[in-house]
Each structure stands twice: as structure tokens, then as C-alpha cells.
């Protein structure tokens, strides 16, 4: 199969390329999906599972890639709950090979059926960066009806998805962003919105949760306007303060089955609409990963050419 692999650590960017590869072994409990669409986070060349396997051995060469969107393939011995022709996403093992190839091994409790009519380069934008949203305003920001939630980078990946989230739970929503970003934030429902370089941030008053993706002084000054008894939560570093009478909290996200499937019953009804900045094909992927400005949402690798591909900046297709 073809797959874009990374064999070379202090090569950066350089040492990705497109490959021949075998294809995967479904081990106890696996599935093998032909992957239809995937997507990937520009960092991951520097997180530890990339490079090794969960017992810290070399496992290079490696597979980039960790949401996927197909159909299942094969499944491996003792596997329950899919069948082979389903239409699934989800999110891969970190320290395993990933979703940057024709095929993919992975845990079948790390997937969820895939409605009919969500395209699979829309829900390829989903499972990190949806799961991530869900994770942190809900399970670690305790988010609830009628309180006020400031959300960093809302026209991100990460952040788009957590406005929405946030706005259908009934929480206000102060977004923060550039300038640029503006418009953006406010069609996906965010009452409020600060331009991070024009704007002062303390501007925003008491929230009760602050959702971050930045880190640093964003992430520091942001603690400071969380009320007592609320929650900082952040993907980016862990805090070195919180919140006086709260709780700051640094979390990575882990796959769930059953949180997929309530993302994907809003992606086929439209209550979630994820932003898909770009789509490439697979031998584009390496030059998908370079550093820069990039449009709002997530670039989506498109590995198989059956299916729509949406255009930059569309979001989610018609259900």
C-alpha cells in the first residue's frame, strides 16, 4: 500500500516522503480500514509516539496521521460491533502507525459508525479535534447551561468545533482570535468575540471556563478571569497557576466510542460543522505539514478520489 512515512527524527519535515508499505496486520480486536479521507496535526513529528512504541522501542519507519474516515476492510480475530464494508471514523493509537496510507490498523473501540451523506473529508476533520472540544468543555470544564465559557483559537480546528458545542449546551461564548478570524467565529454562534492582537483580553469579564489551545501568556492572564469554583483547561502546556478557588487542567485527548457517535448524530442533522480549510491528496501531504499561516479549520488528507472534495473553506456537507 502507499503511505507517507517518517523515518528520520532530526529530518523535520524533510524526512517525510511517500512509500510502499506492507499492508497492516489486524491484531485481537483490530480493524483494517481502507481509508477514504485522514488527517493529522502539524506537531506530531515531535510527540514521543511517533518515533516509538509503548515500550519505548524504535518504530520507525513511522506513519504520521490520526483521524481517519473510511470503511472497514478486515477485522481482526475477536472483533465485534462492525462489519467489514461499514462506513466508520475515529481515532487511531498514538503509538502505532497511522492513517497517512491506504490502510490502517486500529482498535475497534477507537471507531464509530459513520452516517450516510457526511462525506468523509468532512468527518476526517472531526475525531482529534471534536473529541478534544468534547473532552474539555464537558468532562474536565464541567460546561453547563447559562455559563459563560472563553474559547482561544475559535476559528481553529479545535476551537470551531468547541464554540459550537459550547453554544448548543447553552453556555455564552466569548471567542478569541485574530482579526481575520472574526467572521468566522460568529457564524459558527459565539456571542462575543476578542481580537487577540487588538483587543485586551481582561475586555472579557468573569468566565466561568476558560478553554485554551495557546499556552504561555494567553494562557496565564486567561486564569486570572475565571470566577471561583471555575476551570482553565488547556491542550497546549500544563499550567503553572490557577484559577483562585478553581482548577486548571492539562489534558490529551483519548478515544471514545461513544462520544464519536454523538459527534456524528450532529454532523448528519447539522448541529456541528466542521471546518475544513483544505484538501490534499496523499503524495501533497508532506508539504500539508510546512509551518505557516494557515486558513481557518483543518487541512484533510484525501487518500482514496471517490467522493466530493469540498472546497477550501467549506463546511460540513449537506446530510
Known amino acids: 500500500m502507499r503511505a507517507i512515512t517518517v523515518r528520520d527524527r532530526d529530518a523535520g519535515l524533510s524526512g517525510l516522503s511517500l512509500t510502499e508499505e506492507p499492508y497492516p496486520h489486524a491484531a485481537e480486536n483490530d480493524v483494517v480500514v481502507r481509508v477514504h479521507a485522514a488527517g493529522f496535526t502539524p506537531g506530531e513529528l515531535d510527540w514521543p509516539g511517533t518515533w516509538t512504541d509503548r515500550a519505548g522501542r524504535d518504530r520507525t519507519p513511522s506513519v504520521p496521521g490520526h483521524d481517519v474516515s473510511g470503511e472497514v476492510a478486515e477485522l481482526g480475530y475477536g472483533t465485534t460491533g462492525l462489519t467489514v464494508g461499514q462506513r466508520v471514523f475515529g481515532l487511531t493509537d ?29 468527518a476526517a476533520a472531526v475525531p482529534i479535534s471534536g473529541l478534544t472540544a468534547w473532552q474539555g468543555l464537558f468532562d474536565h470544564g464541567h460546561l453547563a447551561s447559562g455559563r459563560t465559557v472563553l474559547i482561544h483559537g475559535a476559528a481553529g480546528g479545535v476551537g470551531s468545533l468547541a464554540v459550537q458545542l459550547a453554544c448548543e449546551a447553552g453556555a455564552y461564548v466569548i471567542a478569541t482570535g485574530r482579526a481575520a478570524d472574526r467572521d468566522t467565529a460568529r457564524d459558527l454562534g459565539a456571542h462575543a468575540f ?39 483547561v488547556t491542550i497546549a502546556v500544563p499550567p503553572t497557576v490557577r484559577p483562585a478557588d478553581g482548577r486548571a487542567i492539562f489534558f490529551v485527548v483519548e478515544p471514545d466510542r461513544v462520544q464519536l457517535a454523538a459527534l456524528a448524530r450532529r454532523l448528519k442533522d447539522g448541529r456541528l460543522r466542521p471546518i475544513v480549510a483544505a484538501v490534499r491528496t496523499l503524495d501533497e501531504a508532506p508539504a500539508a505539514f510546512a509551518p505557516g499561516r494557515r486558513a481557518p479549520g483543518k487541512t484533510i488528507i484525501q487518500v482514496t478520489e471517490d467522493g466530493q472534495r469540498p472546497s477550501p473553506g467549506q463546511t460540513i456537507a449537506k446530510s
Open 94 to 122: 498514538w503509538a502505532r502507525n497511522g492513517t497517512l496510507a491506504e490502510y490502517v490498523a486500529v482498535e475497534a473501540r477507537n471507531l464509530a459508525p459513520l452516517p450516510a451523506g457526511v462525506e468523509h473529508t468532512v
Open 194 to 232: 476578542l481580537d487577540l492582537q487588538a483587543d485586551r483580553l481582561e475586555d472579557a469579564g468573569g468566565v466561568d471556563v476558560v478553554f485554551d489551545v495557546i499556552g504561555g501568556d494567553i494562557l496565564d492572564r486567561s486564569t486570572a478571569l475565571v470566577r471561583p469554583g471555575g476551570t482553565v
